[in-house]
């Protein structure tokens, strides 16, 4: 408990850290990537676009200031942390380090450029610069994985054993729903390792809450994605994960029977996802809806959090709130910068960003 007390503590400095809705409109206000960059050095992140040397695109010096900040944040929390405070900060970044090596996965399946994948990744604290970059130079799959396994990451040896149902097919759901189930299963072996601290009125706590609602979260929409691209499964519950508390098998076969997205998204709606699914913008061109969707999910998620932050301060809830947050707001200012770089319409922009919830 005093363990957690001290991390509670600290969590609050770092959180005056994050940048604020004025700011976030004063940036959306800009009409440049310079005139970002300059507000951005202003802010928290401007000693890493200050360090940033070379003559490079403002795009990129804003990415790389930005895996700078994570990456630096996200250890001085590791290194705070001791006991269970890091096993529970290595449950929420487990699951970030997973969409991380996705991002990798697919850059390397689509053959982007090492600098191109490196762009694309959100830093999970548990990898520095170089070992992003050396994780984005591999030829294949197999290297990455085999790589992983060198450095005796958890996610390797599961990758590993998947690669060969994903040769043939080469369908990159398998490779990811193996990353999925590995996270899965020690995040709920860590949670049973770690003694419950002031968990709210009616036994609720943020750590589990984080994992059933991320499992929930991962199944829809792989469900809505088969709908999407008119997949049959073979094995209906093959990439699809345990432990989660709002789709069951049948919520979850009910939404895959939907004949089109909109009906499979108004089943889906029939649960806790009501409010973000209910709010859904129309479809546009210049964005893949179905990403639309899942930065709607992610509110559910963020509001659990912080209203447990909220009702027991010296629990889990600031912890999982606080990084959380700090992955929403990377997310959006990276969003911000791709969409000038490719005149996205601020109506369109908007649907990509969390900027309240």
């Known amino acids: 408990m005093s ?6 503590t600290r969590l609050h400095a770092m959180r005056a850290q994050l940048l604020s809705r004025r ?15 300059a507000a951005l050095r202003e802010s928290p992140y401007g000693q890493f676009i200050e360090s940033t040397g070379g003559e490079v695109p403002e795009a990129a010096r804003i990415e790389e200031a930005l895996r700078r900040n994570v ?29 991380a090596v996705k991002t990798v996965l697919r850059g390397i399946v689509s053959g982007a450029s090492p600098a191109e994948i490196l762009s694309s990744l959100v830093p999970t604290g548990l990898h520095d610069e170089a070992a992003l970059e050396e994780m984005c130079r591999q030829a294949d799959p197999r290297a990455l994985a085999e790589l992983m396994v060198t450095w005796r990451e958890p996610l390797g040896r599961p990758l590993l054993r998947a690669l060969p149902s994903f040769r043939e097919p080469r369908d990159l759901a398998i490779l990811e729903s193996a990353m999925d189930r590995c996270w899965f299963e020690q995040a709920a072996k860590r949670l049973q390792e770690i003694q419950p601290s002031s968990p709210w009125a009616d036994g609720e706590d943020a750590l589990p809450l984080f994992v059933s609602l ?8 792989t469900v809505l994605k088969e709908v999407v691209d008119r997949i ?55 964005i893949p809806f179905l990403a639309v969707v899942e930065r709607q999910l992610d509110r559910v998620l ?7 932050a909220r009702v027991d301060p010296l629990g889990w809830g600031p912890l999982v709130s606080f990084l959380l947050d700090k992955l929403r707001e990377v997310r959006n200012l990276r969003m911000i910068v791709r969409a000038r770089l490719v005149d996205l319409p601020e109506a369109e922009l908007g649907h990509l960003l969390i900027l309240e919830y």
């Not at 939907?258 to 061109?285: D, I, N, V």
């Open 3 to 8: 363990d957690l007390f001290y991390l509670n």
């Open 71 to 99: 990456s630096r944040t996200l250890s001085r929390l590791l290194a705070i942390s001791s006991g269970d405070c890091a096993e529970g900060v290595r449950i929420v970044l487990g699951r970030w380090e997973v969409q």
């Open 232 to 286: 049959v499964p073979g094995n209906p519950d093959r990439h699809l994960l345990p432990g989660g508390r709002i789709f069951d098998t049948n919520a979850l076969d009910r939404i895959r029977a939907s004949p089109t997205l909109a009906e499979a998204l108004q089943e889906a709606g029939r649960s806790l996802f009501l409010r973000p699914l209910a709010t859904l913008p129309a479809p546009a061109k210049e």
């Open 302 to 308: 963020l509001r659990a959090s912080r209203g447990l």
């Open 214 to 221: 991320s499992v929930d979260t991962t199944n829809l929409m």
């Open 23 to 37: 700011e976030y409109e004063t940036i959306l206000a800009l009409p440049d990537l310079s005139s970002i960059a």
